[in-house]
């Protein structure tokens, strides 16, 4: 089980901080020491909260502890930077065509929701999803 203080700490799940290389210019996301060019000269780099889909699942039997949001829509999201995240699709009419709102190309914007709750204290964790504009 994850400690509230941990989580909250992880800068990209809060924050979508990244880095970005000094040698080549390759932005990462979540953060990494060194870059696949060699260079450990990375320096913070905060990521666009605008981008498009590019590609998309529709998750129709979920994981038990994400049951009651089904079905989940999944996305890889192109942000206006070029890096590409993925994320949940959210705030979609229940019993929609998903196929007929997510479409390829579509906009969107990251924003801060909860993701589920952990354990029998019900300790809640919160990150990013992406909505449709």
């Known amino acids: 089980m994850l400690t509230p203080r941990v989580y909250k700490e992880i800068p990209q799940r809060y924050r979508l901080e990244a880095n970005k290389c000094k040698k080549c210019g390759k932005v990462h996301f979540p953060p990494r020491l060194v870059c696949p060019c060699g260079s450990e000269d990375l320096e913070f780099y905060r990521l666009p909260t605008k981008g498009k889909i590019a590609t998309y699942t529709v998750v129709r039997t979920p994981p038990k502890d994400f049951s009651l949001q089904k079905p989940i829509v999944i996305a ?15 705030d979609l009419p229940p019993n929609a065509n998903y196929n007929e709102l997510v479409k390829v190309g579509a906009p ?23 909505r449709l504009l």
């Open 76 to 90: 890889i999201v192109e942000l206006e930077d070029g890096t590409r995240i993925m994320a949940q699709v959210t």
């Open 108 to 130: 969107v914007e990251l924003i801060f929701r909860k993701l589920f709750s952990e354990g029998e204290a019900g300790i809640h964790v919160y990150g990013y999803k992406c």
